[in-house]
């Protein structure tokens, strides 16, 4: 690492404001080049780019108003009082994506490695406060070794102060990890609390214990991009929500997801002016959905037919992918959409996309974010597996989520909505403001096929032709209590629609339910099911 010291002071009273402007030009010209070319290179050499030209990237051209810059550690020992290079290996700022203000710092790997000491912490948390004082997102781009093992538990602390602001922040303004390079140990944590994790395939991992630790522990041999590599975690742990190949998609998506979210918890998403007309009609949607429930389909298809020019942005897209949650908008204004994906396990819910969906859900409803939900569900993935895991616990989690979401929440039933599934799927009975439903959609307990087998065991085992008994029987349930009209008939859907018409009663749902307020009890928190 190159030494980095800073120029001579000038003597009082030789030179005038000129030299002190002169060296002041000097100096940042030195804090803005980092420690050496040779860094730079080897920056590079990795496929990375550096915290600038990240920074550059991610803000509006010309924005960024840096915090900090000359911040320098006072750490000595192990060799650091000769080694005080200016950022102290964190840049720290505010800038603008698309005119609205957001908050950002970068490791900068170039300087220790980007590893966290008591003066760096000092910036992050800085600035952090200054996010929360100004209603303001934050975005972080990691990129750093950890904690700086020469300035000992003063590096542990700062973590801590990071945690806890992560915390604080947490629901008021929107909060961005970024992943752009190693992020282990304790520094983990704070992308984990954060709302959403982006990570680059091949340059960025996560992880609490390295692979080293990992053999030494448990004799397992493992690659880092094996352990925590983006992929890893975009579709087997689901800490990450998205992967991308390279910096610059990674960086173009995180501003196009700004683009969907609102400065804050007091304010509503942006608006933007659509050219797609809100009556326009989804014929596609009439062949596309089977008739047949168990024959599956691409539910994307769906959601990409009814919202507008068919744009939206699906969040946890390689976890979990029986069930799709994403941003889009209709009519110009962003909704959440959380809906069943047929074409995975039948679109049933499990462990994982009741996690998924969740944690969506609470997201949409700490930003002002309204839900559209899209079911098609046969039930909860029975098993053994799923019973010792938790699926109790953890199908509660979406229960939770919905009940207490007060934004504006519309359903509407595709095809089947059975059992438990169709009452945490954002029933009228837990509090859907509207809930419609396709001309052949099945609301019952279970399918009619399970539902005869139980209430007609006795008769059909005593029959001569049990088969065609059983049929029978299947055919008299379905037509008694699983026909399209029976929820209507009984209040617990407002209407039944023609498929082509969802984007336009989604719209003029919306737009009714804009000024909804809904007023929780009072109460320090709930205890939500973990």
């Not at 975005?139 to 102060?161: F, K, M, T």
């Not at 604080?168 to 709302?195: E, F, N, R, W």
């Not at 959905?289 to 744009?311: H, L, N």
Request: proline fraction near 5%.
């Amino acid at each position: 690492m190159t030494t980095t010291t800073a120029p001579a002071p000038l003597t009082a009273g030789t030179g005038g404001t000129h030299s002190h402007v002169a060296e002041l030009h000097a100096i940042r010209a030195q804090a803005m080049a980092g420690p050496s070319e040779q860094a730079t290179a080897a920056q590079h050499a990795k496929g990375k780019l550096t915290a600038r030209e990240r920074i550059g990237l991610l803000l509006d051209e010309g924005s960024f108003q840096e915090v900090e810059q000359l911040r320098r550690h006072r750490a000595t020992g192990f060799g650091l009082e000769t080694r005080k290079p200016y950022t102290d290996g964190v840049i720290t700022g505010w800038g603008t994506v698309e005119g609205r203000t957001v908050f950002v710092y970068a490791h900068d790997f170039r300087i220790f490695g980007g590893a966290l000491g008591e003066a760096h912490a000092t910036k992050i948390h800085k600035i952090m406060d200054m996010a929360l004082a100004a209603g303001a997102p934050l975005v972080s781009l990691n990129d750093g070794a950890g904690a700086r093992i020469q300035e000992g538990v003063s590096a542990l602390a700062g973590y801590g102060g990071i945690f806890q602001r992560n915390t604080k922040a947490s629901g008021v303004i929107p909060q961005i990890s970024v992943i752009l390079g190693p992020c282990a140990g304790g520094a983990a944590y704070s992308p984990a609390l954060t709302d959403f994790v982006f990570m680059v395939r091949d340059t960025s991992q996560m992880f609490i214990t390295g692979p080293d630790v990992v053999r030494a522990v448990t004799g397992e041999e493992i690659t880092q991009n094996g352990l925590g590599g983006a992929d890893v975690h975009a579709e087997t742990s689901g800490v990450c929500h998205f992967a991308y190949d390279d910096e610059e998609t990674c960086l173009a998506e995180v501003r196009y997801l700004l683009s969907m979210l609102p400065q804050n918890n007091r304010e509503a998403p942006p608006a933007v002016r659509t050219a797609d007309p809100a009556s326009r009609r989804g014929e596609m949607l009439l062949d596309h959905v089977p008739a047949d429930g168990s024959r599956p389909y691409d539910m994307t298809a769906v959601i990409g037919e009814i919202v507008d020019d068919g744009e939206y942005l699906e969040v946890h897209e390689h976890w979990a992918r029986n069930i799709v949650c994403a941003l889009a908008r209709l009519d110009g204004q962003v909704v959440g959409i959380v809906a069943n994906q047929p074409r995975t396990l039948a679109g049933v819910l499990d462990i994982h996309a009741s996690e998924k969906a969740a944690r969506f859900v609470q997201m949409c409803d700490a930003f002002n974010i309204p839900l559209v939900t899209l079911l098609d569900v046969p039930g909860f993935l029975p098993g053994v597996g799923q019973e010792h895991g938790g699926i109790i616990r953890h199908g509660a989690k979406l229960l939770y989520a919905y009940c207490s979401a007060t934004v504006p929440r519309i359903s509407l039933v595709l095809r089947k909505a059975y059992g438990g599934a169709y009452i945490v799927m954002d029933s009228q009975s837990i509090g859907a403001d509207l809930t419609y439903a396709w001309p052949a959609n099945e609301i019952a307990v279970m399918g009619a096929e399970g539902a005869a087998g139980v209430i007609f065991r006795r008769r059909i085992a005593e029959a001569a032709d049990p088969e065609a008994m059983r049929q029978k029987l299947v055919k008299e349930y379905r037509a008694e209590l699983m026909h399209p009209y029976y929820a209507a008939e009984r209040g617990l859907v407002d209407d039944v629609i023609d498929p082509a018409a969802t984007r336009e009663v989604l719209i003029r749902s919306l737009a009714m339910l804009q000024r909804k307020h809904a007023d929780l009890p009072s109460r320090k928190h709930g205890n939500p099911p973990q």
